[in-house]
């Protein structure tokens, strides 16, 4: 009688145990489906994600990649989710693990997306002619971020001031190269262009 009281005890036990796990299971993948869909609805919800798995983060970044300030170190440092996130965002690039600021490919998916976003490259990629031309053409003012050898670089200093006149605030001195001031000068862009050549003007008269 006592081993087969036992016996029953035993498989109480053992089906309370496992009805338990399936619970617990059940709660966290609800609990992973609610979450799945409050960062799809707004990627910035992760902040109050107590759980978070890579799933979830890369759907908050793609719906927001300013998100990823909320993400782990360790998802922060994953090479898929910080490329989604800058594309989605290019400043979000500024959250991500020191490593991938310096990977050329994920800091020129960023300044395409967001010139501005070049201030938080890796400095060495603030000499980087093709990252810097990408991040000038999006944003001209992102030249204040380029190296001094690059703001003294008649093409970066062209695309700047064509996408933003004001970027010559940046830009070195570069008013003797005459062949830069009549490429300038085009009829289409009359007003801008005498805005340019008026800034050029200043520097001049201030150098």
Not at 18 to 28: A, D, P, R
Not at 58 to 64: D, G, M, P
Not at 180 to 192: N, Y
């Amino acid at each position: 009688m006592y081993v087969f009281c036992k016996h029953n005890a035993d498989i109480h036990t053992f089906t309370s145990t496992i009805l338990v796990k399936l619970l617990n299971w059940e709660s966290n993948y609800l609990n992973s489906l609610s979450a799945l869909a409050a960062v799809q609805q707004s990627g910035l919800a992760l902040e109050f994600v107590a759980v978070q798995d890579r799933d979830i983060v890369l759907a908050a970044v793609r719906q927001s990649g300013s998100a990823l300030e909320y993400a782990s170190a360790a998802l922060r440092a994953d090479r898929a989710i910080v490329l989604a996130a800058v594309q989605q965002n290019g400043s979000a690039l500024q959250y991500a693990a020191s490593a991938l600021k310096a990977d050329s490919e994920i800091v020129l998916a960023a300044v395409r997306q967001n010139g501005s976003a070049l201030q938080y490259a890796a400095l060495f990629l603030h000499a980087d002619d093709d990252i810097v031309m990408a991040a000038v053409q999006q944003n001209g003012l992102a030249l204040e971020f380029a190296c001094f050898r690059l703001i003294h670089d008649e093409n970066i200093v062209f695309a700047a001031a064509q996408q933003n006149w004001k970027a010559l605030e940046f830009a070195s001195r570069v008013a003797d190269n005459f062949k830069l001031f009549w490429e300038l000068v085009k009829p289409t862009q009359i007003e801008i262009n005498i805005r340019i050549l008026t800034t050029y003007a200043s520097k001049c008269v201030r150098a």
